[in-house]
């Protein structure tokens, strides 16, 4: 089992940055592989982002590709999200999900564990 913490969203005028971070419970956080994902009001759950176990192979959606980054820290049990330019369109709740799939992916279904989101909002 494991428990995930979103933190750091917040307000933010469209071009500036915020980092993101989710810390997971548990001795088991190497072991999956960490993904971001996105839900804005009325709209479906989508993929921003995933990370491998060790953290040396990165997943972005088009999206987000060259304005975001992924990383993980196994030894602090945490992953981040760091968003920069932001646009108004970036505007959701911001969930961490874990998995056990050997590749970054951005299969929903791959991911078993879910935080409970963190908003972000970028005004114009």
């Known amino acids: 089992q494991v428990q995930l913490v979103e933190s750091g969203g917040g307000l933010v005028q469209a071009g500036g940055s915020l980092r993101l971070s989710c810390a997971a419970s548990g001795r088991t956080f190497s072991s999956y592989t960490m993904g971001w994902f996105r839900q804005a009001p009325g709209k479906e759950r989508e993929f921003v982002a995933a990370?491998?176990?060790?953290?040396?192979?990165?997943y972005y959606a088009d999206s987000v590709k060259g304005r975001f980054t992924i990383s993980r820290d196994n030894a602090k049990n945490t992953v981040y999200l760091q968003m920069n330019s932001l646009k108004p369109a970036d505007t959701a709740v911001y969930y961490c999900a874990a998995g056990r799939a050997i590749i970054a992916t951005m299969r929903t279904s791959a991911y078993d564990y879910w935080g409970q989101g963190t908003q972000v909002t970028v005004s114009t």
């Open positions: 990370v491998t176990r060790s953290g040396s192979s990165t």
